[in-house]
């Protein structure tokens, strides 16, 4: 997988998403909502971004926000120690580093097989999108 094929992937795979490109990353958001993305890919480092040292050849991460019960299906608890993973490695699944008390999970590089387990994950991102947009639409 490739920055470009996983973008395609999210805007084929699941209907109105719309996407924004700022300093090096790519956000995806369901319809006009652009309060929260669902699902970020960043491709490079910079003075916010060094934990995962995108500055390496042909690395990006790949970011997506699950639901609690997932997060604490993956890593045994919905709160964790960042400080107890390596942000560095490749092509597993790992909570975000700055992000994981929003139960965002992250992925640097992520091989064909590792994707094929991230599908699920985008798609239940993209559902928590749309429940929250109908939300924020009901109380306006």
Same mark, same amino acid.
């Given at each position: 997988m490739n920055e470009s094929?996983? =973008?395609?992937?999210?805007? =084929?795979?699941f209907p109105d998403v719309e996407t924004t490109t700022n300093l090096g990353y =790519?956000?995806?958001?369901?319809?006009?909502?652009?309060i929260h993305?669902?699902?970020?890919?960043a491709s490079t480092g910079n003075e916010y971004e060094q934990v995962s040292r995108l500055d390496r050849e042909g690395v990006y991460r790949l970011n997506i926000g699950v639901?609690?019960? =997932?997060f604490k299906s993956l890593f045994g608890a919905d709160k964790i120690n960042v400080s107890d993973y390596d942000f560095t490695v490749l092509d597993t699944l790992l909570p975000h580093p700055d992000?994981?008390?929003?139960f965002f999970i992250c992925v640097l590089s992520p091989s064909d097989e590792t994707f094929e387990r991230v599908r699920p994950l985008l798609a239940e991102a993209y559902e928590i999108a749309i429940v929250k947009f109908n939300r924020r639409s009901k109380d306006k």
């Amino acid at each position: 997988m490739n920055e470009s094929s996983i =973008t395609e992937y999210i805007t =084929t795979a699941f209907p109105d998403v719309e996407t924004t490109t700022n300093l090096g990353y =790519t956000f995806f958001f369901y319809r006009e909502e652009r309060i929260h993305a669902f699902a970020t890919i960043a491709s490079t480092g910079n003075e916010y971004e060094q934990v995962s040292r995108l500055d390496r050849e042909g690395v990006y991460r790949l970011n997506i926000g699950v639901s609690r019960e =997932t997060f604490k299906s993956l890593f045994g608890a919905d709160k964790i120690n960042v400080s107890d993973y390596d942000f560095t490695v490749l092509d597993t699944l790992l909570p975000h580093p700055d992000y994981s008390a929003q139960f965002f999970i992250c992925v640097l590089s992520p091989s064909d097989e590792t994707f094929e387990r991230v599908r699920p994950l985008l798609a239940e991102a993209y559902e928590i999108a749309i429940v929250k947009f109908n939300r924020r639409s009901k109380d306006k």
